[in-house]
């Protein structure tokens, strides 16, 4: 793989904000403001995710508040097409993206099948799009709290079921990595 070599010509300068957030519009950076000093009060910071999570397990209609704040801020689009006209506008102002499937905690082996399918879907998108230099993933994606938390405790600690069931996420791992590797594509491990 080839590795970019960080030279204090190609260093990042995070204290420059007008060049960090020149993609964005006036509007959008006000909504952003906003959103983060909300999120930064203690109200909004102790209760909030508590509140938010009653709110959708209630079906009170949330969602719309959800996508017009810390979605549109934080999330490119649903699917890997959707993303491409904010990836590709970032890029115009030399900000590169990282895919990250960021879904995660659905336990059930349908799920987590389906989590390692879409992984293996970012990998091959984001190789095709110089915008998106590097791919990343979470193992809890496709792995099961209680199961990483029995690995993380020793192997002997884990039943014949879950020695059966961690051997699947070892090989979704290793094909996620097979993958990029092939590519020639970063794969990025989010812990």
């Known amino acids: 793989m080839q590795q970019t070599q960080i030279t204090e010509e190609n260093t990042p300068d ?4 007008e060049l960090a957030f020149r993609y964005k519009s006036t509007e959008e950076l006000r909504l952003a403001v ?33 996508k017009a704040t810390l979605y549109r801020h934080f999330v490119g689009g649903e ?22 499937y960021s879904e995660e905690g659905k336990e059930t082996p349908s799920y987590m099948q389906h989590a390692h399918e879409e992984l293996l879907k970012n990998i091959r998108f984001s190789a095709t799009h110089k915008a998106t230099p590097i791919c990343v993933f979470k193992v809890t994606a496709f792995a099961s709290t209680p199961l990483l938390a029995k690995v993380s405790a020793g192997m002997e600690h884990l039943s014949e079921a879950d020695k059966t069931e961690w051997l699947t ?13 092939e590519l020639t594509h970063p794969l990025m491990f989010d812990a």
């Not at 995070?14 to 904000?17: A, I, K, L, Q």
């Not at 906003?34 to 209630?58: E, Q």
């Open 34 to 66: 906003f959103m983060f000093k909300s999120l930064n009060t203690p109200i909004v910071g102790s209760l909030g995710k508590s509140l938010l999570k009653f709110a959708v397990g209630a079906g009170l209609p949330v969602k719309w508040a959800i």
């Open 14 to 17: 995070f204290s420059n904000t």
């Open 79 to 100: 699917t890997l097409e959707s993303c491409l006209p904010v990836v590709e506008k970032m890029n115009r102002f030399g900000v590169e993206s990282i895919l990250d």
């Open 169 to 181: 996420v070892i090989s979704r791992v290793d094909q996620l990595c097979r993958t990029a590797a």
